[in-house]
């Protein structure tokens, strides 16, 4: 059974396998060459896999193989959350449009998944894709705390209500789903309004009641609860590095966070089995082109977010709700440190990628690979600085990424291994 998986990463151009730690960039066949071209007049930069220094093995590089710029002659607004199925799709959330989209393993276009509203099979605001059992897509909407599934076909089967106090933050996103069973992390002061600067962090395990393919809400069993004192997390700021939470084919939960050097691996109970120390490099020091980049990095968000919210309202109304981010922006209380990463996914062979933390203006950025069992770094990517690769194929021999330009709107991008 493929590992279950929360969070996302992202690369930029083609390169093929070679030895040591450095990538060349090739040309692939003619029937590749105009692909190419039209890649390397949009970016610039090689995405190169190298080992762990310790770890005496060629170098992974990665080839691509297709990329989709744009849908309806435009390109995605806001690409917040990608997953590669295990029938070799790969779905794709754009928070700018709201909207949920799908392509074959080939490139090609699929109809979209759902749509906006609050009917069977509508959301408000999908911010995560979670398989399961291999037959079936649960699209999470966090305005209406609910999951709505849909088959290999995109056509809607059932919806579940899931009332966790996840408010209108990153985190979010911190959720994994199996069988009847979600696993979330909520924290105690959600949403966007300026907060306290600890927040309490606690893991709750709902369990179904009803039937699976109708409506039915999720009680709350509280047998996952880790607080503050058991040395779970301190979340200084709600965007400052990410929270995630996966289960294990054993029955286990692995948590982390962006401040923390460290894994905490619970068994089914909520009882820690053991803390894995990870190898990570020192923290950054804090520069004000960092506090600048947070800010503007919440503005882009807020505006793409705005333009959808807005399209068709009324003046007064978009002006209204212009002056409410600006307010909020305004009184939002900065972060006074650098997280040590600042996202996280497992990948199909059950490792675990965390995108190191990079400076403002960095021309690439690192992703870790490790064990979680051992907390062994295993090998790094450096990919270009603001993209994100999140997904991976079932069988581990593809990556689907998303690369962002400067004004936050993405493309999609397949690379082979």
Not at 72 to 85: G, H
Not at 258 to 266: F, I, K, N, P, T
Not at 319 to 325: F, G, R, W
Not at 371 to 384: E, I, K, N, Q, V
Request: aromatic residues 10%; proline residues 6%.
């Amino acid at each position: 059974m493929r590992p279950s998986r929360t969070l996302p990463l992202a690369l930029s151009l083609a390169v093929r396998r070679k030895s040591g730690p450095t990538a060349k960039l090739t040309t692939p066949g003619a029937a590749c060459a105009s692909v190419l071209r039209r890649v390397a007049a949009l970016v610039s930069v090689v995405a190169v896999f190298v080992p762990h220094p310790s770890r005496a093995q060629p170098a992974d590089t990665l080839e691509l193989q297709w990329e989709r710029e744009s849908f309806n002659a435009l390109p995605l607004i806001w690409a917040s959350y990608l997953l590669a199925t295990s029938w070799g799709e790969v779905w794709v959330i754009d928070t700018g449009e709201r909207a949920v989209f799908r392509w074959s393993a080939m490139g090609e276009e699929l109809p979209r998944v759902g749509g906006l509203g609050a009917g069977p099979g509508e959301y408000y605001r999908p911010s995560l894709l979670i398989e399961m059992d291999g037959d079936s897509v649960g699209v999470w909407d966090r305005s209406q705390q609910r999951i709505s599934f849909f088959g290999r076909d995109g056509e809607f089967l059932s919806v579940r209500i899931i009332p966790l106090a996840m408010g209108a933050h990153g985190f979010g996103r911190a959720m994994s789903l199996r069988g009847d069973t979600v696993l979330a992390i909520t924290m105690t002061n959600p949403g966007l309004q300026p907060a306290p600067r600890d927040h309490q962090a606690v893991l709750w395990r709902f369990v179904g009641t009803g039937r699976a393919d109708s409506l039915f809400a999720m009680r709350d069993e509280s047998v996952l609860t880790v607080r503050h004192d058991a040395g779970l997390t301190r979340f200084r700021a709600p965007y400052n590095g990410r929270a995630y939470a996966f289960f294990q084919d054993d029955g286990s939960v692995v948590l982390g966070h962006g401040e923390d050097s460290a894994l905490l691996v619970l068994d089914e109970r909520g009882r820690e089995i053991r803390r894995v120390e990870l190898d990570l490099p020192p923290p950054l020091a804090l520069t004000r082109a960092y506090r600048d980049h947070f800010s503007d990095s919440l503005r882009l968000g807020l505006e793409a977010e705005r333009a959808s919210r807005g399209a068709g309202a009324p003046a007064a109304a978009l002006a209204a709700l212009q002056e409410s981010d600006r307010r909020w922006l305004r009184n939002l209380e900065f972060p006074d440190y650098h997280p040590r990463y600042t996202d996280a996914f497992q990948d199909a062979t059950g490792s675990l990628w965390l995108r190191m933390a990079a400076p403002p203006g960095a021309e690439h950025v690192e992703w870790r690979a490790y064990d979680h069992m051992t907390g062994d770094h295993l090998r790094s990517a450096f990919l270009p600085n603001g993209a994100f690769l999140d997904t991976t194929t079932a069988d581990g021999s593809a990556f689907f990424v998303a690369v962002a330009d400067e004004i936050g709107r993405s493309r999609l991008v397949k690379y082979g291994r």
